[in-house]
């Protein structure tokens, strides 16, 4: 069936240190995925995508590395900082002709940044 | 920065009773979907919507439920007769394409009571 998920549920991390935040999907016929951010009582806010043709894709103090062959996806975040605590999502799309946009989405790491 | 905006940003309803939670896309966007949270769980497909009509929906889009551009700025998203299942954070979403980056809305968080 479709999932798409997290290794682990929170993650704990001094700050100033790196994170890695990591994804499993199942559905290797996925070719686009964005990671989200979700702070309390708010909405998914788009960090970065990354697409099926690429390895890694690096932004701000944020880098996304996706390994096909293990249908593996990580997020990686330098320098960890306070505001960077919250639950992060991986979601995958699925392309073709009949893509209508629809996300499933992962089951969420919680983010703790530790002062 | 153009932004997804949802109203209300929180309903209580009765069981039975018809809810419609509202939202305004991305102007130039042409996908829009709903999403839903149950409280601690994953963000849940609902539904997408292009050019004034469904491209998909899950399987808990159910009878019960309905979206409708009614004009051209807004998209809600109706439930017919709440149950207390329903309770949810319910999110708003837009893209410009299918195959980018969909933007989210603050959600509505429904409580049926």
């Known amino acids: 069936g479709e999932s798409v998920g997290l290794h682990l549920p929170t993650l704990s991390v001094q700050e100033g240190d790196n994170s890695i935040i990591n994804c499993a999907y199942s559905n290797s016929a996925s070719d686009y995925f964005i990671w989200y951010k979700q702070e309390s009582g708010k909405g998914p806010q788009f960090i970065i995508d990354?697409?099926?043709?690429?390895d890694k894709r690096q932004g701000q103090r944020v880098t996304v590395l996706l390994n096909k062959t293990v249908k593996h996806l990580s997020l990686q975040i330098a320098a960890t900082q306070p505001g960077d605590s919250a639950v992060y999502f991986c979601a995958e799309n699925l392309h073709g002709s009949s893509n209508t946009g629809k996300l499933i989405f992962g089951q969420g790491t919680t983010l703790q940044v530790k002062p | 920065e153009p932004e997804v905006t949802q109203t209300p940003s929180h309903q209580v309803t009765q069981m039975g009773q018809e809810v419609i939670l509202r939202c305004v896309p991305i102007?130039?966007?042409?996908?829009f979907y709903w999403y839903r949270q149950i409280l601690g769980q994953k963000v849940e497909f609902l539904v997408s919507f292009y050019n004034n009509e469904i491209s998909e929906k899950s399987e808990i889009f159910d009878d019960q439920f309905s979206v409708e551009r009614p004009d051209g700025s807004n998209f809600t998203l109706k439930i017919r007769s709440t149950k207390l299942e329903d309770s949810a954070m319910y999110f708003c979403?837009?893209?410009?394409?299918?195959?980018?980056?969909?933007?989210f809305g603050q959600g509505t968080r429904l409580t049926v009571v």
């Open positions: 990354i697409r099926s043709n690429m």
């Open positions: 979403a837009s893209s410009g394409h299918p195959n980018t980056e969909a933007f």
């Open positions: 102007s130039n966007h042409l996908y």
